[in-house]
């Protein structure tokens, strides 16, 4: 589950961003999905001295980075300031996939493409971002808060791509809570008229005939 600012206006969180590695500061067609936390953090650290998390001190400008295993690393806060997209540091979240996914223009191959489980991570972090408040349609590539100065997450994935990807996925988590909402509906339908029935035997109105019936007609009487 995401670690939000404690006392952070969560309003003000007008866009989830996601990014990837890209290539290597020498080589930009570099398969950057196999590189540790470490390298990352070192890298970030070189970049922006100083400006540490306060989540947990970490030097990585991301909200946080999906690993190819699926594994997510939440290095900030959401709410908090990052370092990843210029004019959006403030109003955003920012989640990198751990890869290059570009396409290598000498042999017409994709560097790295999303793994299975970097999408199934993907799609929990997108509907929890979702539920912040955070509408699909700002589920946007980093290129888009930043025309014409990056292609990250790699231009091979489409500016869609990762509403497609998480859009399905928030539908289905939004059916089964209205499923749920039903049936919870049902159930407490069902409980009222236990309890009305409940209420009526402690009041005597349960078996009305026979209530009737003792009071019309005495122990002996019967009737005619």
């Given amino acids: 589950m995401l670690k939000i600012q404690p006392g952070v206006n969560i309003k003000k969180i007008k866009w989830c961003v996601w990014?990837?590695?890209?290539?290597m500061r020498h080589d930009p067609y570099a398969s950057t999905q196999g590189l540790p936390l470490e390298v990352i953090e070192n890298s970030h650290a070189a970049r922006y001295p100083g400006f540490l998390s306060r989540l947990n001190r970490s030097p990585v400008l991301?909200?946080?980075?999906?690993?190819?295993?699926?594994?997510?690393?939440?290095?900030?806060?959401?709410?908090?300031?990052?370092?990843?997209?210029?004019?959006?540091?403030?109003?955003?979240?920012?989640?990198?996939?751990a890869g290059n996914f570009s396409r290598n223009l000498s042999t017409g191959r994709l560097v790295d493409t999303p793994t299975d489980a970097q999408m199934a991570t993907a799609r929990s972090l997108g509907y929890e971002v979702f539920q912040l408040g955070v509408p699909l349609a700002r589920f946007v590539p980093h290129r888009t808060l930043a025309p014409g100065h990056?292609?990250?997450?790699?231009?091979?994935?489409?500016?869609?791509?990762?509403?497609?990807?998480?859009?399905?996925?928030?539908?289905?988590?939004?059916?089964?809570?209205?499923?749920?909402?039903q049936t919870l509906l049902v159930l407490m339908a069902k409980l009222d008229v236990l309890r009305k029935r409940k209420?009526?035997?402690?009041?005597?109105?349960?078996?009305?005939?026979?209530?009737?019936?003792?009071?019309?007609?005495g122990p002996d009487e019967e009737e005619k």
């Fill in 199 to 217: 209420v009526g035997r402690v009041l005597g109105l349960a078996d009305t005939r026979e209530c009737i019936g003792h009071i019309m007609y």
């Fill in 19 to 23: 990014h990837h590695f890209g290539g």
């Fill in 62 to 97: 991301y909200t946080g980075i999906i690993f190819p295993d699926g594994k997510f690393v939440q290095t900030r806060y959401v709410g908090e300031e990052t370092g990843a997209a210029r004019g959006h540091n403030k109003d955003a979240v920012h989640f990198a996939f």
């Fill in 150 to 181: 990056t292609e990250c997450y790699g231009f091979t994935l489409t500016d869609d791509w990762i509403k497609e990807e998480i859009g399905p996925a928030i539908l289905k988590q939004l059916t089964t809570l209205l499923m749920l909402y």
